[in-house]
């Protein structure tokens, strides 16, 4: 079992190859920070609070959490495994590796064998696992349609040109009096 973070970052497959060039720099240039650190760990952290867009790991170091390598093929991929397999030390990070629309580089912060356990030892972190992911899918879900909607801007310049109505007594409101009162 593994406990990996990662870092990614937006690479936009119909945008400029220039603009993807540059973030491919970007991400290269923090793994490079990381991997230079005396502590990487931290380091790691504190990049990926500043720079993660993904915001289920964000605030966590960017840790996915403990997951066995078939977990992780089938959350990251062969490519992004492979590289990660080949790590040794606690701290070490990959080359950064892109995926459809977004690069990442991961980080090993953990490496245990997997132990057999009773399953009312585990179940407790089972169902907070199972939470979490439930929240993450909201979570994106929401993300989603917010990106989804179109964005109002407001023009100062005209807003400043509107003039208030004028400001109209409740008594010059008032209706008729009533014939025979």
């Known amino acids: 079992r593994y406990l990996v973070g990662w870092l990614p970052w ?3 497959e119909k945008g ?12 290269a240039n923090w793994r490079e ?19 993660s867009e ?3 790991t964000r605030y966590f170091g960017g840790e996915l959490g403990w997951k066995s390598e078939d977990q992780l093929r089938r959350e ?3 490519s992004a495994v492979d590289e990660l397999v080949k790590l040794k030390e606690t701290g070490e990070v990959t080359e950064v590796i892109e995926f459809p629309g977004r690069a990442a580089f991961f980080q090993l912060r953990g490496y245990a064998a997997s132990q057999v356990r009773p399953f009312a030892e585990v179940q407790p972190a089972l169902r907070d696992r199972r ?13 989603n349609d917010l990106e989804s909607r179109v964005l109002i801007q ?8 509107l003039k208030a109505p004028e400001f109209v ?13």
């Open 76 to 78: 990251l991929g062969d």
């Open 154 to 161: 407001t023009d100062p310049a005209k807003l400043e040109k």
């Open 10 to 12: 937006s690479v936009p």
């Open 33 to 51: 920070a990381v991997a230079q650190h005396n502590q990487p760990r931290q380091k790691f952290a504190e990049l990926c609070r500043l720079h």
């Open 131 to 143: 939470i979490r992911e439930v929240e993450s899918r909201i979570d994106t879900a929401v993300q």
């Open 169 to 181: 007594s409740p008594e010059s409101q008032a209706p008729a009096p009533m014939a025979g009162s």
């Open 54 to 56: 993904d915001p289920t």
């Open 16 to 27: 400029s190859e220039e603009k993807r060039e540059e973030n491919l720099t970007r991400l």
